[in-house]
């Protein structure tokens, strides 16, 4: 059973950094798209960025683009999401995924969010002052 274990979140003030990883169980990202997600209260999961499988290519919601970047190290089997310039919005749960197909196009436009058929726990990131 392939496993994903987010780690990471925490406490940060409005303007600060964060760096969220995401490791699996398994030597999977050579073959399969891991993707970011968050929640926060009240509000209904959205995706933030993506990684292909295939190329490493990465994908970006809007709510990332120009402040996060996400990247892998397959030595390690981990999937990272830098975060920069937060503000209040930011802070949700956020959660790691993996769709078993090459490309982020279930994180695209028209894209199944249903496809991401692993996830993990989640990991807090709360800004405040």
């Known amino acids: 059973q392939v496993q994903l274990v987010e780690s990471g979140g925490g406490l940060v003030q409005p303007g600060g950094s964060l760096t969220l990883s995401c490791t699996v169980t398994?030597?999977?990202?050579?073959?399969?798209?891991v993707a970011w997600f968050r929640q926060a209260p009240g509000k209904e999961r959205e995706g933030v960025s993506c990684?292909?499988?295939?190329?490493?290519?990465?994908y970006y919601k809007d709510v990332a683009k120009d402040r996060f970047t996400i990247s892998r190290d397959r030595q390690k089997n981990t999937v990272y999401l830098q975060m920069n310039s937060l503000n209040s919005d930011d802070t949700a749960k956020y959660y790691c995924?993996?769709?078993?197909?090459?490309?982020?196009?279930?994180?695209?436009?028209?894209?199944?969010?249903?496809?991401?058929?692993?996830w993990g726990q989640g990991t807090q990131v709360t800004v405040s002052s």
């Open positions: 995924a993996m769709d078993l197909h090459w490309t982020c196009a279930n994180l695209r436009p028209g894209g199944r969010i249903s496809e991401y058929e692993y």
């Open positions: 398994e030597e999977l990202l050579d073959f399969y798209s």
């Open positions: 990684i292909a499988g295939n190329d490493g290519s990465p």
